[in-house]
């Protein structure tokens, strides 16, 4: 889903359009050489690489490149690997590695190797995939196909990129799927040369870590899924609940400007505000800020204001500057910084077609998606369009589809999930969903929240359940929907005010997050 999100499971192998079982394993794995990869805020740092098999299946076939990282444990007992992962798919998770060992409690992190790892097609990672440079590149058609011939563009560029992604890669696209990765995560257990790993996944990595749990339970020690993507829906389904999810976040950002009608002047009614919003979007449309921020690109500005309040405080001075006065720089500034496009970059987009398209059946028929979306944009138009497009590449896509497993599981040990109420990329539903599917797991709730990636952000309670489960594998257990309720963080206020710094830790995590699910 446009903000793809992460649960999925079953015990089989996944080769493009069946389930088999366990694939064979090749010979014992080369342990692995650390060498130091620091940087000013990781100075622990070490980065490793790991070939494994591109078809799992065929152990002695072609081999890819991981690339891994590792802040090694520090106190005298260790209680082994921590695995974590950003999301995406397409996120890198190298850095994540070192956000994570430096925001636990140091007596926590101690205990842990904590492994980042870019995944099959990520960044570091070998081939790294890159189907089309500069897809994104502004002004790109409005997304809102309003014409016959803007509907022809947007989906000429769908058809083009699928296209480009099958003659770049069409070796490598059949093998690109959440059950590869999972299968990749026990070849760097195995190369750990541990018995067992701890997880801790955002976003698509929640549900990454859920396939990993059902095709090896006997693997996991503790497993942790922060912000958790709808296993039923994944993936058609799950894109549309996140387009109604996404305009309900927007409506919320219009109401924390009418809030401060004070310092943007945009109104008190949050309704008259959203009308200004939508008067603006139809200004760029016709006239681009900068030359560079049209329709499309206003939309990948204020996609992230969905995913994290720390950035409203800038969207909303962009915006008021630009109703106000017609400045177009702030528009320009805000849109360098903050669009969604750029926090991934053209491989985070191609992983995330490829892992996405590839992972399951998608509607062929464009009837069928041109239905669908009108219908959401009747209501929920702020996202409607532009995340149809963002996945229309997979009507096309050239390669068969995974089947993917169930992610129900009754094998596991006491499993602890974190969901926010208002999480926009990966509506509480999902968080439901799971806890229903993985036995024995614990529910914690952001009750209000709406930002992704929730625990390591500054929230003390989410924070202190996070750290005892990491400790000593202590849940929280209720006989209610969640097993426990935590308030929700501070919105932010204006950047006027000297309390307005919310971009401390949590924007930090959510630039390693970057966005989708």
């Not at 389904?237 to 924390?256: C, P």
Request: aromatic letters at 10%.
């Amino acid at each position: 889903m446009r903000r793809r999100a992460a649960v999925l499971c079953a015990a089989a192998a996944v080769l493009a359009g069946s389930v088999t079982g366990a694939p064979a394993r090749a010979a014992a794995t080369a342990p692995l050489t650390w060498k130091k990869c620091a940087t000013d805020d990781y100075p622990t740092l070490e980065c490793a690489s790991l070939k494994v098999p591109l078809d799992h299946a065929n152990p002695a076939g072609r081999q890819i490149t991981l690339a891994l990282s590792r802040v090694p444990h520090t106190a005298a007992a260790s209680q082994g690997p921590l695995l974590v992962n950003p999301g995406g798919p397409g996120g890198s998770g190298l850095t994540l590695a070192g956000f994570v060992a430096s925001a636990l409690p140091k007596n926590v992190a101690a205990r842990y190797d904590v492994i980042g790892f870019d995944p099959r097609g990520v960044g570091r990672s070998s081939p790294a995939l890159d189907c089309a440079p500069g897809h994104f590149k502004p002004v790109r058609p409005d997304t809102v196909p309003g014409t016959p011939a803007l509907e022809q563009a947007n989906l000429e560029r769908a058809r083009s990129f699928a296209a480009e992604c099958g003659k770049r890669y069409g070796d490598v696209l059949p093998y690109m799927d959440t059950v590869s990765s999972a299968q990749d995560m026990d070849s760097i257990r195995e190369a750990l040369g541990a018995s067992r790993i701890s997880y801790f996944g955002y976003s698509y990595g929640t549900y990454l870590g859920a396939v990993y749990a059902k095709l090896h339970p006997e693997r996991v020690r503790r497993l942790v899924l922060d912000s958790i993507v709808d296993p039923t829906g994944v993936w058609y389904a799950d894109n549309i609940g996140q387009e109604r999810a996404f305009d309900d976040r927007h409506r919320a950002l219009m109401a924390w400007i009418a809030k401060y009608d004070a310092t943007y002047g945009l109104g008190k009614d949050p309704a008259k505000v959203e009308a200004e919003w939508y008067a603006m979007r139809a200004d760029l449309a016709k006239k681009p800020a900068g030359g560079k921020v049209g329709a499309a690109e206003l939309e990948d500005t204020f996609v992230p204001g969905g995913y994290y309040n720390g950035y409203w405080p800038y969207l909303a001075e962009a915006f008021a500057s630009y109703v106000h006065d017609k400045k177009t720089e702030p528009l320009v500034e805000v849109y360098d910084d903050f669009a969604e496009v750029d926090s991934s970059g053209d491989n985070g987009y191609s992983v995330y077609t490829a892992v996405q398209c590839g992972d399951t059946a998608w509607p062929r028929d464009w009837a069928r998606w041109r239905q669908d979306a009108w219908a959401v944009y009747e209501k929920s138009p702020f996202m409607a369009w532009s995340n149809a497009w963002y996945n229309a590449p997979c009507m096309y896509w050239p390669t068969g589809r995974a089947q993917q497993p169930s992610v129900a599981n009754t094998e596991l040990p006491p499993t602890l999930l974190f969901q926010a109420t208002d999480d926009a990329a990966t509506p509480y539903a999902g968080g439901v969903a799971a806890h229903r599917l993985l036995t024995g797991s614990s529910l914690v709730v952001e009750q209000g929240g709406g930002n992704h990636g929730i625990t390591l952000s500054g929230n003390a309670c989410l924070d202190g359940y996070l750290s005892a489960y990491l400790a000593d594998g202590k849940v929280p257990r209720s006989s209610g929907p969640a097993d426990a309720v935590c308030a929700k963080s501070p919105d932010p206020t204006p950047l006027a005010s000297k309390a307005a710094s919310t971009a401390s830790r949590g924007s930090i995590l959510h630039g390693l997050l970057g966005f989708r699910s």
